[in-house]
């Protein structure tokens, strides 16, 4: 059950920010709004690590395959889309195909086995809901 709030929370806070981001760089750029929100974030990361374990940061000079460390990287460039898609589409249209893109992206993932994923079978209900979200896109677009 938390698990299901928790996305739940990071979908809705997702959206929020999105449509802050787009405001902030209506008034900016697009690189200085996606800057203040990783600086803020790296900021708040501090804290929250400040206030709960401290666990050890060198440790991430033992992560394996070096690649898992690009998540800040993507950080950047998904800010910087989810703006963009934001001021283009609107916040509904963009947040529908961001969260089919998600879940296709994610299925493909548990499918192939990447990333350190146990490898899922594929399954014909996984693909119908895929594509009932798809079909979800084509009737709000229309």
């Known amino acids: ?13 997702m959206s929020v920010q999105g449509v802050l981001n787009t405001e902030v760089t209506k008034q900016t750029s697009v ?5 203040w929100v990783q600086l803020t974030a790296f900021i708040t990361c501090v804290a929250a690590w400040l206030m709960t374990g401290r ?8 992560v394996h395959p070096r690649y898992m460390l690009a998540g800040g990287i993507m950080g950047a460039f998904i800010t910087y889309t989810v703006i963009r898609s934001m001021e283009n589409l609107g916040p509904a249209k963009a947040a529908l195909l961001i969260v089919v893109s998600q879940i296709l992206v994610a299925y493909g993932i548990e499918l192939l086995g990447l990333f350190g994923v146990e490898k899922a079978v594929f399954e014909w209900k996984k693909a119908l809901g895929a594509a009932l ?10």
């Open 55 to 62: 666990d050890s940061i060198p440790a991430l000079m033992q």
């Open 133 to 142: 979200a798809i079909a979800g896109i084509v009737f709000f677009h229309s």
């Open 1 to 13: 059950m938390w698990g299901i709030i928790t996305a739940l929370l990071s979908g809705a806070l």
């Open 31 to 35: 690189w200085v709004s996606a800057g």
